[in-house]
């Protein structure tokens, strides 16, 4: 039995979080204004197989995959929106779900750190493979499960502010993400993403 733990669809990709993705992606990198698809699944080995199935189904270009024992993660995108659903649905179809059977996305943690202070930042800077954070900033800190959904937060955040974004990790048990920027801005992000998440379906067993 295959796990359907995030799908989700992003119909346009943002500047930073493209080019974010472009940054960790091993595979071939997209761009903005790309429609992307990301599928988690457990157990993680079944990704090779389903990533087999997306790129045969359809025009999609692989970004992402990511092979643990426990979760496996693909991200495609493409030009064509149409494409990229395509793929997701061929792999939905493959193991006999839908997009309701997926986890629903659960936030751990959301707190904002209010005008971080200059060492925190140079913490903060020294792993992170996104924008910088800067002393004075709002720093949001996003916690969420699947992990899979982060890259959907990140992505909605730069829709809705003026952010830049610090990091996301996708992968794995938990799913994080920094954003920084004005402190109007990044409250008015933060609002907005667990609006978003919230409204995304599924089930609720974890």
Avoid at 157 to 172: H, L, P, Q, S, Y
Wanted: aromatic letters at 6%.
């Amino acid at each position: 039995m295959i796990d359907l733990r995030t799908y989700v669809f992003i119909d346009s990709l943002q500047l930073q979080m493209a080019s974010y993705m472009a940054t960790v992606s091993r595979g071939y990198l997209p761009v903005s204004g790309q429609a992307c698809c990301i599928i988690e699944i457990a157990p993680g080995i079944e990704i090779n197989t389903l990533t087999d199935i997306a790129l045969k189904a359809t025009n999609v270009t692989p970004g992402m995959q990511v092979v643990e024992r426990a979760y496996g993660l693909l991200e495609v995108h493409s030009d064509n929106q149409g494409d990229t659903r395509m793929a997701g649905e061929a792999v939905l179809k493959t193991i006999e779900k839908t997009e309701d059977d997926r986890l629903k996305p659960r936030i751990l943690t959301s707190q904002l750190i209010k005008n971080v202070e200059d060492h925190h930042a140079q913490l903060i800077n020294r792993t992170r493979y996104g924008m910088m954070l800067l002393k004075g900033d709002t720093l949001f800190v996003l916690e969420v499960e699947p992990a899979g959904y982060a890259y959907y937060a990140a992505n909605e955040a730069e829709k809705t502010a003026r952010i830049n974004i610090v990091d996301v990790t996708g992968f794995g048990k938990f799913g994080r993400v920094y954003i920084a920027g004005d402190e109007a801005e990044v409250l008015e992000c933060k609002k907005i993403v667990e609006k978003r998440l919230a409204e995304i379906s599924g089930r609720e067993d974890y």
